[in-house]
Protein backbone atom coordinates (compact mmCIF):
# COMPACT_ATOMS: atom_id res chain seq x y z
CA UNK A 1 0.00 0.00 0.00
CA UNK A 2 2.53 2.53 0.59
CA UNK A 3 4.92 2.05 -2.43
CA UNK A 4 1.34 2.71 -4.31
CA UNK A 5 0.87 5.72 -2.69
CA UNK A 6 4.35 6.77 -3.60
CA UNK A 7 3.81 5.61 -6.78
CA UNK A 8 1.05 8.11 -7.44
CA UNK A 9 2.64 10.95 -5.88
CA UNK A 10 6.20 10.96 -6.60
CA UNK A 11 7.20 10.04 -10.80
CA UNK A 12 10.16 7.63 -10.49
CA UNK A 13 10.84 5.45 -13.34
CA UNK A 14 12.39 3.04 -10.49
CA UNK A 15 8.97 2.06 -9.08
CA UNK A 16 9.18 -1.10 -11.32
CA UNK A 17 12.19 -2.15 -10.25
CA UNK A 18 10.95 -2.04 -6.81
CA UNK A 19 7.49 -3.86 -7.43
CA UNK A 20 9.97 -6.72 -9.01
CA UNK A 21 11.59 -7.15 -5.72
CA UNK A 22 9.35 -6.73 -4.00
CA UNK A 23 7.77 -9.74 -5.64
CA UNK A 24 10.67 -11.59 -5.87
CA UNK A 25 10.77 -11.68 -1.90
CA UNK A 26 6.87 -12.80 -1.95
CA UNK A 27 7.51 -15.60 -4.50
CA UNK A 28 10.31 -16.62 -1.97
CA UNK A 29 8.81 -16.32 1.09
CA UNK A 30 5.66 -18.68 -0.50
CA UNK A 31 8.25 -21.12 -2.03
CA UNK A 32 10.02 -21.13 1.41
CA UNK A 33 6.61 -22.07 3.54
CA UNK A 34 5.22 -24.18 0.84
CA UNK A 35 8.47 -26.49 1.04
CA UNK A 36 8.79 -26.31 5.19
CA UNK A 37 5.11 -27.83 5.12
CA UNK A 38 5.17 -29.75 2.59
CA UNK A 39 1.80 -31.48 1.50
CA UNK A 40 0.31 -30.39 5.01
CA UNK A 41 0.49 -26.33 3.28
CA UNK A 42 -2.84 -27.30 1.76
CA UNK A 43 -4.23 -30.29 3.84
CA UNK A 44 -7.29 -29.24 5.20
CA UNK A 45 -6.19 -30.15 8.66
CA UNK A 46 -4.00 -27.08 8.56
CA UNK A 47 -5.50 -24.45 10.45
CA UNK A 48 -3.69 -21.42 8.16
CA UNK A 49 -5.33 -23.24 5.07
CA UNK A 50 -7.56 -20.41 4.04
CA UNK A 51 -4.39 -17.73 4.48
CA UNK A 52 -2.06 -20.62 2.00
CA UNK A 53 -4.01 -20.14 -0.01
CA UNK A 54 -5.47 -17.03 -0.14
CA UNK A 55 -1.69 -15.81 -0.32
CA UNK A 56 -1.07 -18.56 -2.98
CA UNK A 57 -3.73 -16.77 -4.99
CA UNK A 58 -2.14 -13.35 -4.58
CA UNK A 59 1.25 -14.81 -5.33
CA UNK A 60 0.52 -16.13 -8.46
CA UNK A 61 -1.92 -13.91 -9.92
CA UNK A 62 0.56 -11.10 -9.26
CA UNK A 63 3.52 -13.48 -11.29
CA UNK A 64 1.17 -13.98 -13.94
CA UNK A 65 0.14 -10.27 -13.95
CA UNK A 66 3.53 -9.26 -13.79
CA UNK A 67 6.03 -11.68 -15.19
CA UNK A 68 4.24 -13.84 -17.70
CA UNK A 69 1.79 -11.07 -19.43
CA UNK A 70 4.68 -9.04 -20.29
CA UNK A 71 6.28 -12.16 -21.33
CA UNK A 72 3.69 -13.31 -23.67
CA UNK A 73 3.36 -9.80 -25.07
CA UNK A 74 6.93 -10.55 -26.16
CA UNK A 75 6.83 -13.84 -27.95
CA UNK A 76 3.59 -12.69 -29.46
CA UNK A 77 5.37 -9.76 -30.67
CA UNK A 78 8.47 -11.68 -31.59
CA UNK A 79 6.29 -14.21 -33.81
CA UNK A 80 3.19 -11.98 -35.24
CA UNK A 81 4.69 -8.38 -35.55
CA UNK A 82 3.29 -5.82 -33.68
CA UNK A 83 -0.26 -6.11 -31.58
CA UNK A 84 -3.25 -4.68 -33.48
CA UNK A 85 -3.65 -0.91 -31.68
CA UNK A 86 -7.04 -1.46 -30.23
CA UNK A 87 -5.32 -4.91 -28.60
CA UNK A 88 -2.67 -2.46 -26.67
CA UNK A 89 -5.16 -1.20 -24.48
CA UNK A 90 -7.42 -1.94 -21.22
CA UNK A 91 -6.81 -2.86 -17.72
CA UNK A 92 -4.02 -4.90 -16.17
CA UNK A 93 -4.90 -8.22 -13.58
CA UNK A 94 -3.35 -6.30 -10.67
CA UNK A 95 -5.59 -3.58 -11.63
CA UNK A 96 -8.85 -5.34 -11.69
CA UNK A 97 -8.07 -7.01 -8.52
CA UNK A 98 -7.95 -3.88 -6.85
Given at each position: ??????????????????????LVIYVFE?????????????????????????????????????????????????????????????????????
Amino acid sequence: SLVMGLEVDIPWKGWKVVEHLLLVIYVFELAVRMKNFGLKFVSPSNPDITWNLIDSLIVISSVCDSWMMPLAAIIRKSLFGAAPAAASGGLSLSKVMM
